[in-house]
């Protein structure tokens, strides 16, 4: 018997908090998308076979942790690394998923996810792998005042506090930029504690406001503008937390396009996900072409490498299915 498991990439728009004088510290928010995906097969093998190195690595801990033999994975699609998408955090847990099913084993996401190494603190990735839609998360329960990064023994995936479905005739324009890539690994932790230390509150007040009284009415009211607006004010709020790390609001060159884009009315909202490079901007079925034309053109003036795809809300979890 061999499991193909796919699942989408999702969109960070941002943390609620990053002060150390709540109770809660970081509190993601987030939605999967259908593009880019992973999309892999595994059957039972002797040993890990696998032509990717990074699901390789992903495969022996997998294997490791289950007490199993092997896997032989092919990978039939993928989302590419460090681009602000969710690469790390969907991979690793297909792998584990597909690794699980494959012998027949139950297996609790949740609990494992921290074992891989995922969720040390954002919980939207786990989060869009169970069910899609939508997340706010509640973020970690504040650790005593030194903002230093959790060890993997130490955290468990955030609980959500706030799911939905995202409307089907919403469209996301998004630019998979192919500059330096996004942070990650110990050079995202040591910056992430330098803002940590240096966050003010006034913000965490700001995008709680935008949450309670614009984020999420928008979505009740199926109001993609709304919506939009609300997404571009949390994304450029958390900005102000990584200017002075990230030589801007937002990573260049995400600032010089955004700055072109924002006269567009038939954008609704923008902004980096994650630490990007990937640029977003969100609108409707009716407008998504022009929007994909004019971000490639902008793309192209400024001598900048990279894909823009068109993409909706994934508002399901990631689909397991058994082949024999």
């Known amino acids: 018997m061999s499991v193909k498991v796919i699942v989408g990439g999702r969109l960070h728009f941002g943390f609620r ?22 999309s892999l097969i595994a059957e039972v093998s002797d040993r890990i076979i696998c032509e990717d190195d990074r699901v390789v690595m992903y495969a022996e801990k997998a294997v490791e942790m289950l007490g199993v033999k092997g896997i032989k994975i092919q990978i039939k699609e993928e989302i590419p690394e460090h681009i602000g998408l969710g690469s790390g955090t969907q991979m690793a847990l297909s792998v584990y998923t597909a690794v699980s099913r494959v012998y027949g084993i139950d297996s609790n996401i949740r609990e494992i996810a921290p074992k891989l190494g995922r969720g040390k603190r954002s919980g939207i990735g786990v989060s869009v792998f169970e069910k899609g839609g939508f997340c706010i998360d509640e973020g970690h329960k504040n650790a005593p005042g030194n903002g230093e990064i959790l060890k993997s023994e130490e955290w468990k995936i955030p609980v959500e506090k706030y799911t939905s479905k ?73 900005g102000l937390w990584y200017e002075k790390y990230q030589n801007g609001i937002y990573r260049p060159p995400i600032g010089n396009i955004i700055e072109i884009l924002q006269e567009d009315n038939r954008i609704f909202g923008m902004g980096q996900s994650s630490w990007g490079p990937s640029l977003y901007c969100i609108t409707i079925k009716d407008h998504e072409n022009e929007i994909r034309k004019k971000v490639h053109k902008i793309l192209n003036e400024f001598d900048i490498e990279g894909k823009v795809i068109i993409t909706s809300a994934r508002n399901k979890g990631a689909e397991i299915k058994s082949i024999r």
Not at 28 to 37: H, W
Not at 173 to 189: R, W
């Open 17 to 38: 908090n990053l002060c150390l004088n709540e109770n809660y510290i970081y509190g993601s928010v987030g939605m999967a998308i259908e593009n880019p995906k992973i």
């Open 166 to 238: 995202i409307p089907e005739e919403w469209s996301f324009v998004v630019a998979m930029i192919e500059e330096v890539p996004g942070y990650s690994g110990e050079i995202e932790d040591d910056l992430i504690r330098m803002v940590i230390r240096n966050a003010k509150n006034e913000i965490t007040s700001e995008i709680d406001n935008v949450i309670a009284n614009n984020l999420l009415p928008s979505i009740v009211k199926n109001d993609c503008k709304g919506f939009g607006s609300a997404i571009s004010e949390i994304s450029w709020l958390n």
